[in-house]
């Protein structure tokens, strides 16, 4: 399967602040995820985003298929956007990268 | 919610036992996947059915199996267990058997004692 590198591996952040994550592919992607994972450990879905940008709230996520990488953005922080997130892509099941550990402060 | 069931929430067992785990798909969905996140492997992809049928294999154990029955749920049967099969398993579903979005269940934390 393909090689999925999120960075960075952890993010401290003050509330109100904005940030950009980021995950890189070994090869190209038909399928592309990003997820919360809360601190009971439940995966919440964000974006399927294979191309292109969303938008949801103070969420946003861009990806750049033909350079296999894919960014989200968090603006406006908040102590609840804590967590892992995670990328994850490939066709019929989903590499998932190391993860981001996002630690928003109040 | 996810519309992913997955049962039980909490699994405590010791070594050498068998169990299953359960999964109901969201309503609608053909495709079933099981996951396990463990602390040193990360989230890892075990297996994919699509209506019934064993679609693709990753990386689980000849000691692990898994099947989808007519109505669609699965079930996971890890058997022999080992302390290193501690880990979280989820289950997600998605419409079609290709490239879809998944949606994933809330897990079944498993510790092997």
């Known amino acids: 399967g393909i090689q999925v590198e999120q960075s960075p591996p952890d993010l401290i952040l003050q509330e109100g602040a904005n940030s950009t994550l980021r995950c890189n592919f070994s090869?190209?992607?038909?399928?592309l995820q990003w997820f919360h994972q809360n601190p009971w450990g439940q995966l919440i879905n964000l974006f399927y985003i294979p191309s292109g940008t969303k938008q949801n709230g103070r969420l946003s996520a861009t990806t750049v298929a033909t350079e296999r990488y894919s960014l989200l953005y968090i603006s406006s922080s908040q102590t609840t956007d804590s967590g892992v997130y995670f990328c994850a892509g490939d066709d019929y099941k989903l590499s998932f990268g190391a993860g981001t550990t996002v630690t928003v402060r109040a | 919610d996810s519309g992913v069931t997955q049962t039980p929430k909490h699994l405590i067992t010791a070594t050498g036992q068998r169990v299953t785990l359960r999964c109901s798909p969201r309503?609608?969905?053909?495709?079933v996947y099981w996951y396990q996140q463990s602390l040193d492997q990360g989230l890892q992809f075990l297996i994919h059915y699509y209506n019934g049928e064993e679609r693709a294999k990753g990386n689980i154990l000849e000691r692990f199996s898994a099947q989808q029955f007519p109505d669609l749920h699965s079930e996971l049967n890890l058997s022999s267990l080992e302390l290193g099969d501690s880990a979280l398993y989820f289950c997600?579903?998605?419409?079609?058997?290709?490239?879809?979005?998944?949606?994933f269940g809330p897990g079944t934390r498993l510790t092997v004692t």
């Open positions: 309503s609608g969905d053909l495709s």
């Open positions: 997600a579903s998605s419409t079609s058997g290709g490239p879809y979005e998944q949606y």
């Open positions: 090869d190209s992607v038909n399928n």
